[in-house]
């Protein structure tokens, strides 16, 4: 194993490293995930499911569903941590005593390690500090990441599951604000997108730029790739959605970077690497 991606939920690893995930399978690069979670809070969009006599097996249809999203983006391994879905901040589901928010920290870490030293990956990608957004698995996943990156190198953290193994760098998806959707909004709407939810959000300030971010990896030739994972989500994706309803030329530009920051060892501000592997003995081969 290369390089893991530990996500929250199923549809995450699509989301924001789907791209990224059948970037490297190109390059000949053994990729795994972990699912932190069976995202039990979800939504049904599926219209072949009925939102109240099948919520009881969303669980069931998830993890089914990041199967085959991961079959399509080339993961040669999956493993489920086991947890359940928190909820939304605020929701009672942050009650439910097997909620992923509420393990217990040296458990969570302990099965992520456990992981880590049976794949033994280079590289480890997670969610960044704080999380992608203020969701108690997106937060809780960032935690246990960083945590069992440094346990799974020391002998003596959960010595009894498996001989020690160090990862070399672990990254956070990097949340950058590089102009791309401001600039292509006229052409999504000449395409027949309806964009007024872009000028309805609250003015704010821009998020950071590019160049806070230690990789931008050019990933537009895959942004099909990642469709095809996304509407394996059918619970979750509706396919009239934005996310996967673009014509491909303007979706290979809508997505066309993903953008990473190194966690460890850390980035310095400036630090650009050419790759997730860079500095590695495991270089992409050429396509």
């Known amino acids: 194993m290369t390089l893991l991606a530990v996500r929250p939920h199923p549809d ?3 989301t924001s490293t789907g791209a990224m ?13 972990v699912i932190c979670t069976g995202g039990e809070e979800g939504e049904i969009h599926d219209s072949d499911l009925d939102p109240v006599a099948d ?7 998830r993890t089914q569903e990041v ?27 942050n009650q439910h005593p097997e909620a992923f928010a509420n393990a217990e920290r040296v458990e969570a870490v302990g099965r992520l ?18 999380g992608m957004y203020p969701h108690p698995d997106h937060v809780m996943c960032y935690e246990i990441s960083v945590d069992a990156f440094h346990a799974a190198g020391d002998a003596q953290a959960f010595p009894d599951d498996g001989p020690p193994w160090q990862p070399k760098k672990l990254y956070g998806v990097a949340q950058i604000d590089d102009g791309a959707w401001e600039k292509l909004t006229p052409k999504f709407i000449d395409a027949g997108f309806d964009m007024g939810w872009m000028e309805r959000r609250p003015r704010r300030s ?34 009239e959605s934005f996310l996967v309803s673009l014509p491909p030329e303007l979706r290979s530009l809508a997505f066309a970077t993903a953008y990473f920051v190194r966690l460890s060892p850390p980035s310095t501000p400036g630090e650009h690497e050419a790759d997730l592997l860079d500095g590695l003995d ?3 081969g050429v396509v």
Not at 55 to 61: P, Q
Not at 113 to 130: A, F, K, N, Q, Y
Not at 209 to 226: F, N
Request: aromatic content about 4%; proline content about 9%.
């Open 206 to 239: 821009r998020g950071p730029g590019p160049e806070t971010a230690t990789v931008a990896l050019d990933v537009r030739s895959y942004s099909e790739h990642q469709r095809r994972a996304l509407l394996a989500h059918r619970t979750q994706i509706p396919p």
């Open 113 to 130: 390690v456990r992981i880590i030293r049976e794949l033994r990956p280079s590289v480890i990608v997670t969610d960044p500090p704080g």
């Open 282 to 284: 495991e270089t992409p």
């Open 67 to 93: 199967k085959n999203a991961c079959a399509i983006l080339g993961v040669a391994e999956l493993r489920m941590l086991g947890f359940r879905d928190s909820g939304m901040a605020g929701t009672p589901a």
């Open 21 to 33: 995930l059948a970037y490297y399978h190109g390059r000949d690069v053994r990729t795994g995930v």
């Open 55 to 61: 919520r009881s097996r969303l669980g069931e249809l």
């Open 12 to 14: 995450d690893e699509s």
